[in-house]
């Protein structure tokens, strides 16, 4: 394959990654203002959603040709998450966000951590997405072999089964431990039981890949 056709493939495989991503981030933003406020004002979440994963994806594109080894895209969505977390916690963000709302205080700017959650999840979603294909792109134009020790199914899951109505009910109720709550100390157990046998889950599926790649 010459130099030229491999960074075609990166490139094709960069704008995938973002598509793929956006799609991804998309979901679970709408996913997340359906629970937290009946589906209105996910227009606000779109643009800043949007170009965070355009600027991922560019990030990620221009690291794949430079990179003389993975570990570079590593290194990448590793800095990419914690700017992403630094940029939503920054003073100002989350307020400039509540500010676009039309609707009444109480629906959207009273819940300064709501929109945090919405804002941080999809983007940070988009970044593992795109880390994980446009890793497995740079492997496949080297013609190098991409197998791969994540725990993807168990990633899958714990989405499922945190990113529904139920989970994030559950989720909400262990977090806020409201004084009203009679079960709000078993919400808790359930999120912290249930985030347990994930790991566990994710620690046996992590050591089963890592035995298949040897």
Not at 33 to 59: K, N, R
Not at 93 to 106: D, E, T
Request: aromatic fraction near 10%; proline fraction near 4%; charged fraction near 10%.
């Amino acid at each position: 394959m010459t130099q030229g056709a491999a960074t075609n493939r990166l490139v094709v495989g960069a704008v995938a990654a973002f598509v793929f991503s956006l799609l991804l981030a998309l979901a679970a933003a709408w996913l997340l203002t359906e629970y937290y406020w009946y589906g209105e004002d996910l227009d606000l979440f779109v643009w800043p959603i949007a170009s965070c994963a355009l600027v991922s994806s560019v990030v990620f594109g221009t690291t794949s040709l430079r990179a003389q080894g993975e570990g570079a895209l590593r290194v990448a969505a590793l800095a990419l998450a914690a700017i992403t977390v630094l940029l939503v916690v920054f003073p100002g963000v989350v307020a400039l966000v509540a500010a676009q709302s039309k609707n009444p205080p109480v629906v959207l700017r009273s819940h300064d951590q709501f929109i945090t959650v919405t804002l941080l999840v999809p983007i940070l979603l988009a970044v593992l997405l795109q880390w994980r294909l446009v890793r497995w792109r740079w492997l496949v134009a080297r013609r190098q072999t991409a197998p791969t020790t994540w725990p993807w199914l168990t990633t899958v899951l714990g989405l499922l089964l945190a990113l529904n109505p139920l989970g994030l009910a559950i989720l909400g109720a262990a977090i806020k431990q409201s004084r009203t709550d009679w079960f709000a100390s078993l919400w808790l157990m359930v999120a912290l039981t249930s985030g347990g046998v994930l790991l566990l889950l994710g620690w046996i599926e992590w050591r089963i890949r890592v035995r298949r790649a040897r």
